[in-house]
């Protein structure tokens, strides 16, 4: 016999199955959220000058998603304020590998390359 | 039963889009200097007048080049700050040692500032025009010019060390900043871009910190 419902034709049998995958989706976007509350913690960490911590937190979301473009981005920002302009470089090419279309992240990628443009030494140039 | 599933599935959605929302901090970032020359080592900075490829109307921009280096100069530099006339009877002389080495030959220990700098001024138009739908428009369709003046500023500076007559810091800036003010003065224009290449050249000169804007973001 068909668990049909009225008028609709949903299978009532399908309908938990339906529910408990779209918790599952959710689940796992809100398990993404947690570091979502790391990067944030990292942002009110760099708000307060707290660079240190805010690396620490940044760093601990790339160790679960070292795909987080985010995480990349905040971290290069860190590094810059640091003074570590390799690491910053790194770290802002990986998030604009990851996310091309991002505008803000863009946005500190050239901002950073005009800051820290190579200084030419005439000596350079035979090297 | 219906209402039930699409009140559960709503708020299903709602929880998936709440964790995936995007958002972005702006911060201002005090960021280092990293001076990447040792100009400690030298004893004075003698700055020599500069090339002008095209002259300006309204003021004398090698003057105003030159006391504007000076005075952020003796911000940083420990040694002596000095000024040196010179005609540009020939104007590809940044390479040549021997012309050098002579512009002061007492002073071994100094090192010149000297470049070239263009400033132009070029006035840009574009159409304005009313892109609401015609059921929103309650007025007939505007259509107006903006203007704006834009400035330029091209320098190209030189730090040549007065003993050997090498070249030893060398670095190209261009600089462009436009005005809706129609008022604008081109002397008002330029005191905002050499601002701008002052910072990036002292930044690189004498490690000097600067404000800068940042995106922290957040998933």
Sequence with gaps: ?127 | MIKKISFAFLVVLALHFSCTSFDYQKINVELPGIATLDIDQFQEIVISDFLVEKETKDFDINQELIDSFSTELSKHFLGKISTKEMSWEEKDIFHKEDFWKSFVPDQEEALILTGSVQYSEEIRKAILEDHSSISERHYPTKKGLAQRKFYTLILNLYLIKAKTGEVFYTRDFKESKGYKNPKQTAIFAFFDLIETVKGKFLQNVVGKKKLAQRYLISE
């Design chain 1, 1 to 127: 016999m068909d668990m049909v419902d009225n008028g609709i034709g949903v299978n009532k049998k399908r309908v938990p199955l339906i529910f408990l995958f779209s918790m599952a989706i959710s689940l796992l976007s809100c398990s993404s959220s947690l570091q979502n509350e790391q990067l944030r913690f990292g942002i009110r960490a760099a708000q307060k000058d707290l660079w240190n911590e805010a690396i620490f937190r940044w760093q601990k979301v790339l160790r679960s998603s070292p795909n987080s473009a985010a995480a990349h981005n905040n971290l290069a920002v860190a590094y810059e304020k640091k003074g570590l302009l390799e690491e910053a470089k790194k770290e802002y090419e990986i998030a604009l590998k990851l996310s091309p279309e991002n505008t803000r992240i863009k946005s500190n990628y050239q901002s950073f390359k005009e800051y820290y443009s190579p200084v030419k030494k005439e000596n350079d140039k035979e090297n």
